[in-house]
């Protein structure tokens, strides 16, 4: 993904699942896992990187309604703002990985106009509430799933329909066929680090 112009990957609540990822975590600064878990987890939760003109501070954050609880992410946020805006940083993005929309959108809105954009993961399904808040961030609910349209999650339906209908382990195995790309497009005025556009991308 970095070979294919990626500039920094965020995680989620799947990060840990592999162990051969633990060194590279610790390895590249580009590779993000959520910054509100215990602090003896490998890697960062979040990184600032230097474009020349400008730097832009990355923030990764998990969600704590119907999730494992982890440290509480607004306080979280709070506190890398305050390490972003001592180092002179304007552009902030944030990856929410949260599960409820209520947490989600307050959490936008407390950092309206303290970062640039937000935007949720983990639902995997695009949300149509794309907007710049009062205060200048940019704030999308959801940015919606990269992965096969015929799938629940990605995931073959008929193992997900087993799953629920016989409450037994199962194995997920990839759906086949077309798959979309999900995403959004904030444009950010790198003077005030304030968002004047946002866009909400399907292919
Ligand atoms: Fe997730």
């Given at each position: 993904m970095f070979d294919a112009g990626v500039d920094v990957i965020t995680g989620g609540?799947?990060?840990f699942r592999r162990r051969e990822i633990f060194d590279t975590l610790e390895e590249n600064p580009r590779l993000l896992r959520p910054s509100n878990m215990p602090k003896t987890a490998f890697g960062k939760g979040y990184g600032i990187y230097d474009y020349g003109r400008f730097s832009v501070g990355v923030i990764n954050l998990l969600g704590t309604t119907y999730m494992e609880s982890?440290?509480?992410?607004?306080?979280?946020?709070?506190?890398?703002?305050?390490i972003m805006q001592t180092e002179?940083?304007?552009?902030?993005?944030v990856d929410f990985h949260a599960e409820a929309t209520s947490e989600k959108r307050a959490l936008g809105f407390y950092l309206d106009g303290k970062v640039s954009a937000l935007f949720g993961t983990h639902t995997h399904v695009q949300t149509a509430d794309e907007q710049i808040l009062p205060h200048g961030t940019g704030y999308i609910t959801d940015v919606g799933m990269t992965g096969p349209l015929q799938s629940v999650l990605g995931v073959k339906p008929e193992i997900v329909i087993s799953k629920f209908m016989?409450?037994?382990?199962?194995?997920f195995a990839l759906s086949d066929g077309e798959c979309e790309l999900c995403g959004v497009l904030f444009t950010i005025d790198e003077k005030t680090g304030l968002c004047h556009g946002v866009k909400r991308i399907t292919y």
């Open positions: 609540n799947h990060t982890m440290d509480c992410p607004f306080r979280e946020a709070d506190r890398i703002v305050d002179g940083v304007k552009i902030i993005i016989d409450r037994m382990p199962v194995r």
